[in-house]
């Protein structure tokens, strides 16, 4: 063979394997029991199923990694896990790739779910939980009788962050589920949701920054009175942590697959994303942690068993009184409600 015909298949050789190497694909999730749960129902085999290899990263604020990543112009992320107000909020900051609905099935959500930037999959409740050996079998009944702390003494735990804990607070003023974004936009709403949590922040022992601790403090008995997410407290209680929680009154969100903008491989992860979210991988999520599938398909053929739709936050009968994360009030008034939540937070 002369020395022009090696060049040329060596050329041709290299041609043919920069397509696989353009499969990498990196996703950030936040670790922890639901970032294992995750990858082993949803992207694991989807990337088998592509033939793709993915890397991934672990991020307790998503959000922070995400602005920092684009701002810096560093992309190294190709998927990100957030929430969908953090997604609403991301997408409005310009940190996001439009959903290329051309490769993700756009019948895949129910009405109403519909994202431009970041596909929702999976909802969750944010809950009262509680240790069953410090505060037995009679728990807090309401969001007013958690903030009683005569009645309810015990040590508690919140989320270091506004997201929830500011309708939560509301509610526990006895603010109506329905009334509680109104009530949030009227003059000196905000600042009543802050001042209540202001009023129990000497009960609070520990501010909770990952979801992952706040089932370990759940299920160590390190706080008597948790507010964590749904598929956190059922982890806690699964694992053999004398711990319990109540979907009544819980705050329902979702969360949500994006792309970063300037992502590396943009083609390569809407295929993945696609991959993830079929049906019967999102039922399969709820066999790792009780967050329920927003493809409604995911509801049809028993793709999920009985006892596992009563630990569903959208489940018939466990979204009574709760209150619907409105992502686009967060949108508008998000960082107005952060700061004000981490000036209260530092007096």
Known sequence: MNNYLKMTVA??????????????????????????????????????ELGF?????????????????????????????LGSPEGAQAAELGLLEPLDYGVIDPKSLPAGAESKFCYP???????????TKSVGSKPPANWAEFWDTGKFPGKRALRSNAQDLIEIALLSKGVKPEDVYKELSAPGGLEAAI??????????????????????LLKDGEADLVVTWNGRAESARADGGTADYSFKGSVIGTDCLAVPKGAPNKAAAMKLI????????????????AYGPVNPKAYEGNLIAADKLKLLATAPGN???????????????GEKAQRAFDEMMSH
């Open 53 to 81: 290899t993915v890397r991934e990263e672990t991020q307790s604020d998503g959000l922070a990694a995400l602005k920092m990543q684009v701002s810096s112009g560093a992309v190294t992320t190709d998927i990100i896990h």
């Open 11 to 48: 050329l041709a050789a290299l041609v043919v394997a920069v397509p696989a190497l353009a499969q990498d694909v990196t996703i950030t999730t936040a670790g922890g029991d639901y970032g294992k749960a995750i990858k082993t129902a949803m992207w694991e085999p989807a990337a088998a």
């Open 121 to 131: 999959f999976d909802s969750y409740g944010t809950v009262m939980a509680w240790n």
């Open 319 to 333: 979204s009574d009184g709760a209150v619907f994360s409105n992502a686009e009030w967060w949108v508008k008034n």
């Open 195 to 216: 001042a209540r949590i202001q009023e129990l922040k000497p009960a609070i022992s520990v501010w909770w920054t990952s979801g992952a601790q706040s089932a370990q």
């Open 274 to 289: 696609s991959a993830m979210t079929k049906p019967e991988r999102e039922a399969k999520l709820t066999d790792f942690i």
